[in-house]
């Protein structure tokens, strides 16, 4: 008798540790004579410990020091001691064991203008006629929680703004559960937004965006993008139902001159940020890139998980390059590029680059290390996983008499790791080895180790490649590639 009572309170206690802890969140945007911000108060229960940390937002992807956006931290609950050590992320809170806590900070813009340029997206915009926020740069949260029931409420909207975020559209109250931090992975935007929807095989789509001079209407754009995850829908065998929409907010960043652009985008969980500035130069097919790219990141980096947070590079050259690689394919299967074009960046843009480059064969550490410090690692980064891809592509359709592809090798990394959020690449690599060897017929951990972790440029004689594809032995030294088209179905040996 007294063991089953011990199981059961070990089963309690079990439980409750799994159980989801509600936190409420109150946003008003606030404008004041010299600045607009966002005000917050958060309202939930203290530990049981009398001790909580709590995690004011400090880094998400190459921004640093976001604690600037957050000012007049404090806590609204009598009694409590607050311990902050300067620039630290996090703020000790002592209170009675259990306690109700309420928090109240203000989020501001921590840079001049109504826009932000490219090297200042993704921090927190705040404008007097729009803002926008990563949820990570957005939210205060108990640091030791893993499972939490969020509620939103938004408080003084105007009646002519738009609200657009991961988690709905123009609601005033927003619920949504989560069993890790992923869901401060998302988009919060609101003001003068336009907001249009549509179906793509079943699944809606959310598109909320601002400004004008995009190169095409807002009707076109989503139809773009409905066009975009009907293709990727179709690569990922996707079910038709039970989705919630796809969100995807377009933003315009600060011009610099008439004749340049700047676009870049961000892939969160079911939905994406794009940035780009909205002139002449601005071409479509760069838009369709960037919409192609961002939204296979749903697959490839959230179900896919790729390292143990956003900012976690260590397998950057997949996340990012074999993104590449499929954006591409996408695109020529969507057709926004025509086979010449797809071979031409294939040459140009990824071999080329890559193996002229002084630093093309760096280890992956230094890449990881220097993803967010140097510009020339990070497009390296992409070249490089981009080249992988190919090859691996072209080694498995050899391996299998081209019944099968890399597609056959994504669909099965989605099926181990898009099964369990705790697993990553990182976290668990045997599976990734282990499948690509088998679609191989070849042991790839040597491979993988010396092209991937030492960098190790692939020679050109190594290349196996379909029969509409040749090498031409260019005089340069670096691997060029030439289209056959006489070659019986040259063309749909390209799709996936
Ligand atoms: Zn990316």
């Not at 806590?101 to 927190?124: C, K, M, T, W």
């Not at 130069?281 to 749903?298: G, S």
């Amino acid at each position: 008798m007294l063991k089953k009572s011990t199981f059961w309170l070990i089963l309690v206690f079990g439980n409750s540790v799994l159980l989801a802890q509600s936190i409420r969140y109150e946003i008003e945007p606030m404008h004041q004579t010299t600045e607009s911000l966002l005000d917050v108060h958060a309202y939930f229960k203290g530990d049981q410990d009398g001790i909580t940390a709590v995690s004011i937002p400090a880094v998400f992807g190459h921004q640093r020091q976001l604690q600037q956006c957050i000012r007049q931290f404090e806590c609204l609950t009598p009694g409590v001691q607050m311990q902050r050590p300067p620039d630290s992320p996090i703020v000790l809170i002592a209170h009675q064991r259990g306690e109700e806590l309420i928090l109240h900070y203000q989020v501001v813009q921590d840079f001049e203008g109504n826009a932000p340029s490219f090297e200042q997206a993704l921090r927190p915009v705040v404008q007097d006629n729009w803002f926008e926020l990563i949820g990570a740069t957005l939210f205060v949260i108990p640091k030791d929680w893993h499972s939490f029931d969020v509620q939103v409420q938004w408080h003084q909207i105007p009646e002519h703004w738009r609200l657009v975020n991961s988690y709905g559209v123009d609601q005033m109250t927003q619920q949504f559960s989560a069993n890790s931090k992923r869901w401060l992975e998302s988009v919060f935007a609101g003001g003068d937004f336009r907001v249009l929807s549509g179906t793509s095989q079943g699944q809606s789509l959310l598109l909320g965006i601002r400004s004008e001079g995009w190169p095409a209407a807002d009707e076109d754009l989503l139809q773009t993008l409905l066009n975009i995850r009907q293709v990727q829908q179709a690569y990922w065998e996707e079910p038709e139902d039970g989705q919630p929409p796809f969100t995807v907010v377009v933003s315009p960043l600060a011009e610099v001159d008439t004749t340049t652009f700047h676009c870049l985008g961000l892939g969160l969980h079911h939905a994406f940020t794009a940035f780009a500035t909205p002139n002449s130069a601005l071409r479509m097919q760069a838009l369709q890139h960037l919409f192609q790219h961002e939204m296979l990141h749903e697959w490839v980096g959230n179900r896919i998980r790729c390292g143990r947070t956003p900012g976690d590079m260590r397998s950057g050259w997949f996340s990012e390059g074999f993104t590449e690689y499929l954006a591409y394919q996408n695109m020529l299967m969507a057709g926004q590029i025509d086979p010449d074009a797809y071979l031409e960046a294939i040459n140009k843009d990824f071999f080329e680059n890559l193996y002229n480059s002084p630093i093309g064969s760096c280890s992956n550490q230094t890449l990881n290390e220097q993803f967010f410090v140097d510009a020339n690692y990070r497009q390296l980064t992409y070249w490089r996983g981009f080249v992988l891809a190919f090859y691996l592509d072209n080694r498995i359709k050899e391996a299998s008499h081209s019944m099968k592809s890399l597609r056959n090798w994504m669909l099965e990394l989605q099926g181990y790791y898009g099964a369990d959020p705790q697993k990553s690449l990182v976290s668990h690599p045997d599976f990734f080895q282990e499948s690509l060897s088998e679609l191989v017929g070849a042991d790839m951990d040597k491979w993988l180790y010396e092209h991937v972790q030492q960098g190790k440029l692939i020679p050109e004689t190594a290349f196996v490649l379909p029969a509409n594809l040749t090498l031409i032995k260019a005089s340069s030294g670096f691997p060029q590639f030439n289209l056959n088209k006489t070659v019986v179905q040259w063309e749909k040996m390209l799709l996936w």
